[in-house]
């Protein structure tokens, strides 16, 4: 149902990355969603998250999709998920606003790292080189689409959240260009 990408996935690293599929859901979109084409959104945001998960705890992007219906969601809140091994899963289309941050999903991508918390579960960045290597190629790739996007943690929009538990603003302010 979801599509996993990696870095050394041909489609990748083609010139005219991303492809339609980044657009739609794995046979659920819609008919008139069918369309991709990649302005149809304003976006100015990217929002990192974490799936708030302890070490060693192995959260898929069907897990994250479960809980985001079980929230009363359609179906996942964020456009991507990076799993441990630096995988890229696509979620959301990107035609589609995203469900992970109130008030600035209208205008804003949602990715989301497995991982987050510490073995005690406090906020820690746990994220590993292939999550964060994956994480800069995907931002940069989302920038070729979005060359105005600014790339923000969730804490940035919301201070009562600790997550992504790392300061990606500051991180990617130009890492990621």
Not at 35 to 64: F, K
Not at 113 to 133: I, M, N, S, V, W
Request: aromatic fraction near 8%.
């Amino acid at each position: 149902m979801f599509e996993k990408i990696t870095l050394n996935d041909p489609a990748f690293n083609m010139r005219g990355f991303p492809s339609p599929s980044l657009f739609l859901t794995g046979g659920e979109a819609k008919d008139e969603e069918k369309v991709a084409v990649p302005g149809r959104r304003s976006v100015s945001l990217a929002v990192i998250h974490c799936s708030a998960t302890l070490p060693g705890q192995q959260v898929t992007v069907q897990d994250i999709d479960r809980w985001h219906r079980l929230r009363g969601f359609d179906s996942i809140g964020y456009h991507f998920y990076i799993t441990v091994d630096g995988s890229i899963c696509i979620g959301r289309p990107l035609s589609r606003a995203g469900a992970h941050c109130k008030g600035f999903n209208a205008h804003s991508v949602g990715i989301c790292y497995e991982g987050g918390l510490d073995a005690e579960g406090h906020p820690k960045d746990t994220r590993t080189l292939l999550q964060k290597a994956a994480l800069v190629a995907l931002l940069n790739k989302l920038k070729e689409i979005y060359p105005a996007m600014d790339v923000v943690g969730h804490c940035d929009l919301n201070p009562h959240k600790a997550c992504p538990c790392f300061d990606a603003k500051r991180e990617y302010a130009t890492s990621a260009t």
